[in-house]
């Protein structure tokens, strides 16, 4: 299934009054390893947000996490994808758009579906497709400090 995300974007004109300025569907799309497609709707740097300008912030090149700013992203996981164990500096607020998948943890793992929402508080997790169609999530990444357990901090890897 390719991913196709529909973004709409409001702005203001010369006189200040509210109109979209981006109604497209989205032209983005990345894939970081084989079964993992993203899109980036939009990011943001700073905080508080600066909500003037007129610039495509869709369109900035960012990684994983940006640091002192926002991510929001849309990715699809196909049935089987590639393993990437990681952590990132950044709370996560994740919300499961179609599909089923397994976030697992250390020790554990959680199985999610269609309309499940989680926060990821920085710890390392991996997820993992074991169904036969793809699973799409919406996620917004916000920078974050390193997570500190007693006497160890635990930094973004993967």
């Known amino acids: 299934m390719a991913l196709n995300v529909r973004r709409v974007i409001t702005g203001h004109d010369a006189n200040g009054k509210a109109i979209v300025k981006i109604d497209e569907v989205c032209k983005n799309v990345a894939s970081g ?3 993992a497609t993203s899109v980036n709707v939009w990011t943001t740097e700073g905080f508080p947000v600066n909500n003037d300008g007129a610039g495509d912030e869709g369109q900035r090149k960012v990684s994983t996490t940006l640091a002192k700013g926002t991510i929001f992203r849309i990715i699809e996981f196909a049935p089987g994808l590639a393993a990437r164990n990681h952590r ?14 397994d976030m697992e943890l250390d020790d554990s793992r959680v199985h999610l ?9 920085g710890t390392i997790h991996n997820w993992v497709n074991n169904g036969a169609a793809p699973c799409v999530l919406a996620v917004i990444l916000i920078d974050a400090k390193s997570v500190e357990v007693p006497g160890k901090v635990l930094s973004a890897i993967g």
């Open 33 to 35: 390893r084989p079964g």
């Open 88 to 101: 990132t500096d950044s709370i996560d607020y994740i919300a499961i758009i179609s599909g089923e998948i």
């Open 113 to 121: 579906k269609a309309g499940d929402v989680m926060v990821q508080r």
